[in-house]
């Protein structure tokens, strides 16, 4: 079985609050990823497939195919966006590095499976150099 991971970036701004807290306990929680005003990062996101090398290309998935799905699938959708309000698959939630980490695996894991023989492995985002979230699908 081979590893191949595809690194990908996007900028996108977020903010952590719960509606129904009062603005001093979001802060008292979130400290300044509460601002009013929102914040931003530039996200690296690292995408894992494992599988069986095929022999007769002599690699597991086209990483141009690869590439595609995770621009089509998740770059497109968050770059440049606020995670908040302009990301359908996190409405609702906490826009999170844990839980955006989560959703970005579900929504690249049907598109990558589809390829015989692929799997997705994990999703590793940095939100900043010294912050990650991994997560494998459990």
């Not at 995770?70 to 908040?84: G, M």
């Not at 409405?91 to 499976?113: D, H, R, V, W, Y």
């Amino acid at each position: 079985m081979i590893h191949i991971t595809r690194k990908e970036h996007f900028n996108a701004a977020h903010r952590m609050y719960r509606e129904e807290w009062s603005a001093e306990k979001n802060f008292e929680v979130f400290g300044k990823c509460a601002n009013p005003n929102w914040h931003g990062h530039n996200y690296n996101l690292f995408v894992t497939v494992k599988g069986e090398v095929t022999h007769a290309t002599g690699y597991l998935i086209d990483l141009k195919e690869l590439k595609i799905i995770i621009n089509e699938y998740v770059i497109e959708k968050l770059d440049h966006k606020n995670i908040n309000k302009d990301v359908d698959f996190m409405a609702g939630k906490m826009a999170s590095t844990e839980l955006l980490c989560i959703e970005i695996f579900n929504q690249l894991k049907g598109p990558i499976e589809a390829y015989e023989g692929v799997f997705l492995h994990s999703v590793k985002l940095y939100e900043t150099e010294n912050n990650s979230a991994e997560y494998f699908g459990d």
